[in-house]
C-alpha cells in the first residue's frame, strides 16, 4: 500500500504539476502556431503537435474533476479529515490514476520531440485593448461613391426600368464571389425601390432554410403572421394574395441551387404592374435557370487597373490619388495579383491599413505570399489563400474567438454581447491588471471588426465579417461573409476546434456520422444546424453509452431544431455551454441541466416555444450566464438566487422571482417584477451595469415596494444601462419618486423626462417617450454634455410645440436625433430647431405616423443646423391608404428643404 498512499496523498500536488504544466503547454503551443504561419513545420511537427493540442484539453479535463469532487478544502480537525478522506478515498485513486496517465503520455510526448528533432519556437505576438476603428462611421456615408460601380448600376437601372416591359421581370446577377454582386444588387436597389409598392431583399445561402426564408420576405411586407408555425405553402399562399395586385421589387441574394429558386419563385406572382426579380449568384447554369431568358443575365467584370488604386489607395492611405512613391512598385504587382476582384483587393488593403507603421519588408511579405497566377485566373482556391492572410495576420487570442464563429450558419445575424459571454465560458477572454473581462472580450469583438472588414460596409454588402449598426450607430451584431465562414471551418477542421453536423432530408446536408467522422479526435465543440439533427442525435445514443468521440463534449450548439427534449445532456459531464437556438419546436424540456455541474453558460431562444426548467439549479456553481427567451416557462427557478458566480441573468415574462439574485459579480438583469418583490436588496448589486425590469401590471401592492426603488438605483454607482417599462397608463415618476443621487456612470437611459437632470455627465444615449404634458421639460436635454445619440417618442394630439433650443441648453455633444411623433406635426411646423442648437447634428431621423393627412412643409429652423449630413424621413401609412396618399408632395417637401440648406445633406424617404 506504500505507493498507492503516497499517490493518493499528492493528488493537489499533481495537479498543481498539471496546472503549471497546462500553462507551459498554451503557451508552446501559440509558438508553433506563428511558426506555421511562416512554413516552417514540416508534417511531423505538426503531428506532434495537434497530439500535444489534445493533451491540454484532458489536462483541463482533469483538472475540472479535481475541483469538482475534491476541489474544497481539507476539513478541520483530525477526526473530520479522516472522514472526509475515506469518503474521497475511490474519488481520490481515480484522479490520481488519471493524473499519472496524462503524465505518461506529456513525458512519451517530450521523448518524440527529442526523438524526432522536433524543437523550434517562435516569438508570439499581443493585442492591444481596442475600439471600433473611428473611421467606421464614416466609411456607411460613402455609398454613392462605391468605387468603378456607377456603370453597371446605370446598365441595370435601365433594363429593370424598361417602361416597355410591365410584366415580371427577372435579372439575374452572375459571377465570382467577391465581384461585389451583392453590392451592386443594393444600389440598384436603394435606387429604383421607391418606384415600387413593397420591396424587400433576402439572402438565401448555400443551405437554406426555406420556410424561414419565405417568412422574412413575409415579416418585410408586414404581412400579418400567425401565431402558430405553417407549412411552407401556407406562407407562399400569403404572400401571392398580397403580391397580387402590386408592383414589387424583390432581390433574391446568394442563390446556389436551382431547387431553392423552385420554391422562392412560386411566392411571386406573375402580374402586368412592372414588378421586378433580381437574382445574385455565382453558378451560371442557376443564373439561366432564374431568369429563363439570356438576355437578362448580366456578368460581373472585375475592376479596372484605375478603379482597382482607388479603392486600395482609399483603404490604405485614406486618399484615393496615388500613393508615396516608395510603395507605388509594391502596389502594382499587389494589385496585379488581386485581378481587379474587389474582395482580395479590400482584404489585403485592411492588412496594410492596420499596421501601426508601414514597413516596406512587411509589404513585401504579402506581396511574396499572394499566388503568381490569380491575378490572371480568380479561383476559390486562389481567394481562400488571400482569405488567409487576413487570419494569419491575426494575434492567437483573435484566431480562436474568429474560429469560433464558424459555430454559426451561413448569414446567421452574431449578436456582440452572446458571443463575447461565450468567448468568457469557454476560457478565451483573458484579463491583466483587473480588467472587465467582458470589456476586453468586446474589445476583442472590435478589433476582429477593425481588422477584417470590407471598405464599404453596409447592410447586405459583401465583407468578409460584415458588421451591422443599430439606430445609434454602435456596431453590436455581425455576420460572416461565406467565403470566410468556408475558411473558418477548414481552419476549425484542421484544429479540431469545432464539428459543425449537418442533417436533413436533402442531399445538401451532410449526413451525421459519428462513427466515421471527419477527424479522429474527441469532439470538443459540436454545432447542429438543422432541422431534425437533435432527434438523429438522440436517437444514436438512447439505450448505449456515449460515443468516445463526443465523451468529452464542452460545448453544445444546436440551431433550427424542431425536436422537444433534450435528455442527452445527461452524457456530457465536461459541458461547459449550452446554446439553443429553437425555432418551431412545441416543448424544450431541459429539466437535466442541474445536472451539468461544469455549466458556465445557458442560453435559449425560441418562437412559439414552451421550455421546462428545473425547480432546483443551487449545484450550478459555475453558472455565468442564464438567458432565456421564450414565450412560456412551465416552471420557476426555487434557486437561482444563490449562484454566486452569476453574471448575467435574463428572464422571460413566464419566471418571476420573489427576491432578487445577491451575486455580487452580477453585471446584467433583465427581468419582470412581480408584486411582492422587495427592491431594497438592488442596492447591494454594486456591480450591476445593466439593469432592465419590466412590469406587466402594477397593483397598490407595488407601488410600496416601488417607493425603494429609486433609492436603491441611486446605490449603484458602476450602473451603464437603466430601462424601466410600466403600464402606459402609470407614471413611473409617481410611483418612484426621487432620486437623490443619480448614478453618474449612466451611460443609456430609457425612462420618463421627469427623471432626466444636469447630473448625468456621462449619459450618451437616451432613449425617452414624452407625453404631452411633459413637452416644455425636453429643454432639460440640452444640457446634458455627453448626449450623443437621442431618440424621442413625442406625443403630440392636440396641443404642445417642441422647439430646440427654447429656452434650454444647445445639445453640445448630439450627432444623432430619431424622432417619432404624430403625422400632423410636421403640416402645422410644430417641431423646430433654433439658431446655435445641435452645431454636431450629423443624422436627422424623422419619423411620422400613423400619418392620415398629407405633410406639406418640413420642421422649421432645419437651416441651423450646421453640421447636419443625412436627413431621413420614414411616413407610416395605413396598408388602405398606401395608393391614395399624396407621397410625391411629402417627398418634396424634405428634398427642397435639403437642397436649401448651406450642407445640402442626404436625403432618404420611404414609406413603412
Given at each position: 500500500?506504500?505507493?498507492?498512499?503516497?499517490?493518493?496523498k499528492?493528488?493537489?500536488?499533481q495537479v498543481?504539476?498539471?496546472?503549471?504544466?497546462?500553462?507551459?503547454?498554451s503557451?508552446?503551443?501559440?509558438?508553433?502556431?506563428?511558426?506555421d504561419?511562416?512554413?516552417?513545420?514540416?508534417?511531423?511537427?505538426?503531428?506532434?503537435?495537434?497530439?500535444?493540442?489534445?493533451?491540454?484539453?484532458d489536462?483541463?479535463?482533469?483538472?475540472?474533476?479535481?475541483?469538482?469532487?475534491?476541489?474544497?478544502?481539507?476539513?478541520?480537525?483530525?477526526?473530520?479529515?479522516t472522514?472526509?478522506?475515506?469518503k474521497?478515498?475511490?474519488?481520490r485513486?481515480?484522479?490520481?490514476?488519471?493524473i499519472?496517465?496524462?503524465?505518461?503520455?506529456?513525458?512519451?510526448a517530450n521523448?518524440?520531440?527529442?526523438?524526432?528533432?522536433?524543437?523550434?519556437?517562435s516569438?508570439?505576438?499581443?493585442?492591444?485593448?481596442?475600439a471600433i476603428?473611428?473611421?467606421?462611421?464614416?466609411?456607411?456615408?460613402?455609398?454613392d461613391?462605391?468605387?468603378?460601380?456607377?456603370?453597371?448600376t446605370?446598365?441595370?437601372?435601365?433594363?429593370?426600368?424598361?417602361?416597355?416591359?410591365?410584366?415580371?421581370?427577372v435579372?439575374s446577377?452572375?459571377?465570382?464571389?467577391?465581384?461585389?454582386?451583392?453590392?451592386?444588387?443594393k444600389?440598384?436597389?436603394d435606387?429604383?425601390?421607391?418606384?415600387f409598392?413593397?420591396?424587400?431583399f433576402?439572402?438565401?445561402?448555400?443551405?437554406?432554410?426555406?420556410?424561414?426564408l419565405l417568412?422574412?420576405?413575409?415579416?418585410?411586407?408586414?404581412?400579418?403572421?400567425?401565431?402558430?408555425?405553417?407549412?411552407?405553402?401556407?406562407?407562399?399562399?400569403?404572400i401571392?394574395?398580397?403580391l397580387?395586385?402590386?408592383?414589387?421589387l424583390?432581390?433574391?441574394?446568394?442563390?446556389?441551387?436551382?431547387?431553392?429558386?423552385n420554391?422562392?419563385?412560386?411566392?411571386?406572382?406573375?402580374?402586368?404592374?412592372?414588378?421586378?426579380?433580381?437574382?445574385?449568384?455565382?453558378?451560371?447554369?442557376?443564373?439561366?435557370?432564374?431568369?429563363?431568358?439570356?438576355?437578362?443575365?448580366?456578368?460581373?467584370?472585375?475592376?479596372?487597373?484605375?478603379?482597382?488604386?482607388?479603392?486600395?489607395?482609399?483603404?490604405?492611405f485614406?486618399?484615393?490619388?496615388?500613393?508615396?512613391?516608395?510603395?507605388?512598385?509594391?502596389?502594382?504587382?499587389?494589385l496585379?495579383?488581386?485581378g481587379?476582384?474587389?474582395?482580395?483587393?479590400?482584404?489585403?488593403?485592411?492588412?496594410?491599413?492596420?499596421?501601426?507603421?508601414r514597413?516596406?519588408?512587411?509589404?513585401?511579405?504579402?506581396?511574396?505570399?499572394?499566388?503568381?497566377?490569380f491575378?490572371?485566373?480568380?479561383?476559390?482556391?486562389?481567394?481562400r489563400q488571400?482569405?488567409?492572410?487576413?487570419?494569419?495576420?491575426?494575434?492567437?487570442?483573435?484566431?480562436?474567438?474568429?474560429?469560433?464563429?464558424?459555430?454559426?450558419?451561413?448569414?446567421?445575424?452574431?449578436?456582440?454581447?452572446?458571443?463575447?459571454?461565450?468567448?468568457?465560458?469557454?476560457?478565451?477572454?483573458?484579463?491583466?491588471?483587473?480588467?472587465?473581462?467582458?470589456?476586453?472580450?468586446?474589445?476583442y469583438?472590435?478589433?476582429?471588426?477593425?481588422?477584417?472588414?470590407?471598405?464599404?460596409?453596409?447592410?447586405?454588402?459583401?465583407?468578409?465579417?460584415?458588421?451591422?449598426q443599430?439606430?445609434?450607430?454602435?456596431?453590436?451584431?455581425?455576420?460572416?461573409?461565406?467565403?470566410?465562414?468556408?475558411?473558418?471551418l477548414?481552419?476549425?477542421?484542421?484544429?479540431?476546434?469545432?464539428?459543425?453536423?449537418?442533417?436533413?432530408?436533402?442531399?445538401?446536408?451532410?449526413?451525421?456520422?459519428?462513427?466515421?467522422?471527419?477527424s479522429?479526435?474527441?469532439?470538443?465543440?459540436?454545432s447542429?444546424?438543422?432541422?431534425?439533427?437533435?432527434?438523429?442525435?438522440?436517437?444514436?445514443?438512447e439505450?448505449?453509452?456515449?460515443?468516445?468521440?463526443?465523451?468529452?463534449?464542452?460545448?453544445?450548439?444546436l440551431?433550427?431544431?424542431?425536436?422537444?427534449?433534450?435528455?442527452?445532456?445527461?452524457?456530457?459531464k465536461?459541458?461547459?455551454?449550452?446554446?439553443?437556438?429553437?425555432?418551431?419546436?412545441?416543448?424544450?424540456d431541459?429539466?437535466?441541466?442541474?445536472?451539468?455541474?461544469?455549466?458556465?453558460?445557458?442560453?435559449?431562444?425560441?418562437?412559439?416555444?414552451?421550455?421546462?426548467l428545473?425547480s432546483?439549479?443551487?449545484?450550478?456553481?459555475?453558472?455565468e450566464?442564464?438567458?432565456i427567451?421564450?414565450?412560456?416557462?412551465?416552471?420557476?427557478?426555487?434557486?437561482?438566487?444563490?449562484?454566486?458566480?452569476?453574471?448575467?441573468?435574463?428572464?422571460?415574462?413566464?419566471?418571476?422571482?420573489?427576491?432578487?439574485?445577491n451575486?455580487?459579480?452580477?453585471r446584467?438583469l433583465?427581468?419582470?417584477?412581480?408584486?411582492?418583490?422587495?427592491?431594497?436588496?438592488?442596492?447591494?448589486?454594486?456591480?450591476?451595469?445593466?439593469?432592465?425590469?419590466?412590469?406587466?401590471?402594477?397593483?397598490?401592492?407595488?407601488?410600496?415596494?416601488?417607493?425603494?426603488?429609486?433609492?436603491?438605483?441611486?446605490?449603484?454607482?458602476?450602473?451603464?444601462?437603466?430601462?424601466?417599462?410600466?403600464?402606459s397608463?402609470?407614471?413611473?415618476?409617481?410611483?418612484?419618486?426621487?432620486?437623490?443621487?443619480?448614478?453618474?456612470?449612466?451611460e443609456?437611459?430609457?425612462?420618463?423626462?421627469e427623471?432626466i437632470?444636469?447630473?448625468?455627465?456621462?449619459l450618451?444615449?437616451?432613449?425617452?417617450?414624452?407625453?404631452?404634458?411633459?413637452?416644455d421639460?425636453?429643454?432639460?436635454?440640452?444640457?446634458?454634455?455627453?448626449l450623443?445619440h437621442?431618440?424621442?417618442?413625442?406625443?403630440?394630439?392636440?396641443?404642445?410645440?417642441?422647439?430646440?433650443?427654447?429656452?434650454g441648453?444647445?445639445?453640445?455633444?448630439?450627432?444623432?436625433?430619431?424622432?417619432?411623433?404624430?403625422?400632423?406635426?410636421?403640416?402645422?411646423?410644430?417641431l423646430?430647431?433654433?439658431a446655435?442648437?445641435?452645431?454636431?447634428?450629423?443624422?436627422?431621423v424623422?419619423?411620422?405616423?400613423?400619418?392620415?393627412?398629407?405633410?406639406?412643409?418640413?420642421?422649421?429652423?432645419?437651416?441651423?443646423?450646421?453640421?447636419l449630413?443625412?436627413?431621413?424621413?420614414?411616413?407610416?401609412?395605413?396598408?388602405?391608404?398606401?395608393?391614395?396618399?399624396?407621397?410625391?408632395?411629402?417627398?418634396?417637401?424634405?428634398?427642397?428643404?435639403?437642397?436649401?440648406?448651406?450642407?445640402q445633406?442626404?436625403?432618404?424617404f420611404?414609406?413603412v
Amino acid at each position: 500500500m506504500g505507493d498507492e498512499y503516497k499517490k493518493l496523498k499528492e493528488v493537489r500536488k499533481q495537479v498543481s504539476f498539471l496546472k503549471d504544466e497546462l500553462t507551459t503547454m498554451s503557451a508552446f503551443l501559440e509558438k508553433l502556431a506563428f511558426m506555421d504561419d511562416d512554413g516552417e513545420l514540416d508534417h511531423l511537427v505538426r503531428d506532434w503537435r495537434n497530439h500535444v493540442r489534445e493533451m491540454t484539453y484532458d489536462i483541463e479535463d482533469c483538472i475540472d474533476d479535481f475541483m469538482h469532487r475534491l476541489g474544497s478544502a481539507d476539513a478541520s480537525g483530525f477526526i473530520k479529515k479522516t472522514a472526509r478522506r475515506l469518503k474521497t478515498l475511490r474519488v481520490r485513486h481515480q484522479i490520481a490514476k488519471q493524473i499519472d496517465e496524462i503524465k505518461a503520455r506529456v513525458i512519451e510526448a517530450n521523448q518524440r520531440r527529442r526523438r524526432y528533432e522536433l524543437d523550434g519556437c517562435s516569438n508570439s505576438r499581443a493585442s492591444e485593448s481596442v475600439a471600433i476603428d473611428p473611421r467606421l462611421t464614416a466609411l456607411y456615408q460613402k455609398a454613392d461613391n462605391l468605387v468603378g460601380i456607377d456603370g453597371p448600376t446605370e446598365e441595370l437601372i435601365q433594363l429593370l426600368t424598361d417602361a416597355g416591359q410591365q410584366k415580371l421581370m427577372v435579372v439575374s446577377i452572375v459571377g465570382f464571389g467577391g465581384l461585389g454582386k451583392t453590392t451592386l444588387a443594393k444600389q440598384v436597389y436603394d435606387k429604383i425601390g421607391q418606384q415600387f409598392d413593397c420591396k424587400a431583399f433576402v439572402s438565401v445561402s448555400q443551405r437554406p432554410d426555406i420556410a424561414r426564408l419565405l417568412s422574412t420576405i413575409q415579416s418585410k411586407f408586414n404581412i400579418q403572421e400567425s401565431s402558430q408555425a405553417r407549412e411552407v405553402q401556407d406562407i407562399i399562399d400569403d404572400i401571392r394574395y398580397y403580391l397580387g395586385n402590386k408592383r414589387y421589387l424583390i432581390v433574391v441574394d446568394d442563390l446556389w441551387k436551382q431547387e431553392a429558386w423552385n420554391i422562392i419563385h412560386c411566392a411571386f406572382p406573375e402580374n402586368s404592374n412592372g414588378s421586378r426579380v433580381i437574382v445574385t449568384t455565382r453558378v451560371e447554369d442557376v443564373a439561366c435557370w432564374a431568369c429563363s431568358n439570356h438576355r437578362y443575365i448580366y456578368k460581373m467584370k472585375p475592376l479596372n487597373s484605375d478603379d482597382s488604386k482607388k479603392m486600395f489607395f482609399n483603404r490604405v492611405f485614406g486618399f484615393e490619388d496615388g500613393c508615396p512613391s516608395q510603395y507605388e512598385k509594391v502596389s502594382a504587382e499587389i494589385l496585379k495579383k488581386c485581378g481587379g476582384l474587389p474582395l482580395a483587393i479590400i482584404t489585403i488593403a485592411s492588412l496594410l491599413a492596420v499596421r501601426p507603421t508601414r514597413i516596406m519588408q512587411e509589404w513585401e511579405r504579402i506581396q511574396n505570399s499572394l499566388g503568381t497566377a490569380f491575378g490572371t485566373n480568380p479561383s476559390l482556391e486562389g481567394m481562400r489563400q488571400i482569405l488567409n492572410l487576413s487570419y494569419k495576420n491575426l494575434p492567437f487570442n483573435l484566431r480562436t474567438c474568429l474560429l469560433y464563429l464558424g459555430k454559426y450558419p451561413e448569414d446567421f445575424y452574431i449578436e456582440r454581447d452572446d458571443v463575447v459571454r461565450q468567448w468568457i465560458a469557454e476560457g478565451f477572454v483573458r484579463s491583466s491588471r483587473g480588467q472587465d473581462l467582458e470589456d476586453v472580450g468586446k474589445s476583442y469583438f472590435n478589433e476582429l471588426i477593425n481588422r477584417i472588414k470590407f471598405e464599404y460596409i453596409l447592410l447586405f454588402l459583401t465583407g468578409l465579417i460584415q458588421p451591422e449598426q443599430n439606430d445609434y450607430r454602435e456596431v453590436t451584431r455581425c455576420r460572416v461573409h461565406d467565403m470566410m465562414l468556408d475558411l473558418i471551418l477548414s481552419r476549425c477542421k484542421e484544429d479540431n476546434f469545432i464539428n459543425v453536423a449537418y442533417s436533413g432530408s436533402g442531399k445538401d446536408y451532410m449526413a451525421i456520422d459519428w462513427q466515421h467522422g471527419y477527424s479522429s479526435n474527441k469532439v470538443r465543440r459540436l454545432s447542429l444546424q438543422s432541422m431534425v439533427v437533435e432527434s438523429d442525435f438522440a436517437v444514436l445514443i438512447e439505450g448505449r453509452a456515449v460515443p468516445a468521440q463526443l465523451a468529452q463534449v464542452r460545448s453544445i450548439s444546436l440551431f433550427e431544431n424542431s425536436a422537444g427534449g433534450v435528455p442527452w445532456l445527461l452524457h456530457f459531464k465536461y459541458l461547459r455551454l449550452l446554446h439553443i437556438m429553437s425555432y418551431g419546436t412545441k416543448r424544450v424540456d431541459l429539466t437535466v441541466v442541474s445536472q451539468l455541474l461544469h455549466l458556465r453558460y445557458l442560453m435559449i431562444v425560441g418562437d412559439w416555444c414552451e421550455v421546462e426548467l428545473p425547480s432546483r439549479i443551487c449545484g450550478l456553481v459555475h453558472l455565468e450566464t442564464l438567458e432565456i427567451a421564450c414565450d412560456v416557462v412551465t416552471s420557476i427557478l426555487l434557486d437561482i438566487v444563490s449562484l454566486t458566480c452569476l453574471s448575467n441573468l435574463t428572464l422571460p415574462s413566464g419566471v418571476q422571482l420573489n427576491r432578487l439574485p445577491n451575486s455580487k459579480s452580477l453585471r446584467t438583469l433583465h427581468i419582470c417584477h412581480p408584486p411582492d418583490m422587495d427592491f431594497n436588496a438592488l442596492g447591494e448589486l454594486t456591480n450591476l451595469r445593466d439593469l432592465c425590469l419590466y412590469f406587466n401590471e402594477v397593483e397598490s401592492s407595488t407601488a410600496s415596494n416601488l417607493d425603494s426603488l429609486g433609492s436603491s438605483i441611486g446605490k449603484l454607482q458602476n450602473l451603464r444601462y437603466l430601462e424601466i417599462q410600466l403600464p402606459s397608463d402609470i407614471s413611473i415618476d409617481g410611483l418612484m419618486g426621487s432620486l437623490s443621487d443619480f448614478p453618474r456612470s449612466i451611460e443609456i437611459l430609457d425612462l420618463g423626462p421627469e427623471w432626466i437632470n444636469a447630473a448625468l455627465i456621462n449619459l450618451r444615449r437616451l432613449d425617452l417617450s414624452v407625453p404631452e404634458t411633459c413637452t416644455d421639460e425636453v429643454g432639460v436635454l440640452g444640457e446634458l454634455p455627453s448626449l450623443v445619440h437621442l431618440r424621442l417618442q413625442l406625443e403630440l394630439k392636440s396641443k404642445g410645440t417642441i422647439m430646440f433650443g427654447g429656452g434650454g441648453g444647445s445639445f453640445p455633444a448630439l450627432e444623432d436625433v430619431f424622432l417619432s411623433c404624430d403625422g400632423d406635426v410636421a403640416s402645422q411646423s410644430r417641431l423646430g430647431f433654433q439658431a446655435g442648437v445641435m452645431p454636431k447634428l450629423q443624422r436627422l431621423v424623422l419619423w411620422f405616423g400613423p400619418c392620415e393627412l398629407g405633410i406639406d412643409t418640413a420642421p422649421v429652423g432645419m437651416e441651423h443646423l450646421s453640421s447636419l449630413q443625412l436627413i431621413d424621413v420614414r411616413i407610416l401609412v395605413a396598408p388602405e391608404k398606401r395608393n391614395v396618399y399624396p407621397w410625391d408632395t411629402a417627398e418634396h417637401v424634405f428634398r427642397e428643404a435639403a437642397q436649401a440648406h448651406p450642407n445640402q445633406p442626404a436625403i432618404k424617404f420611404d414609406f413603412v
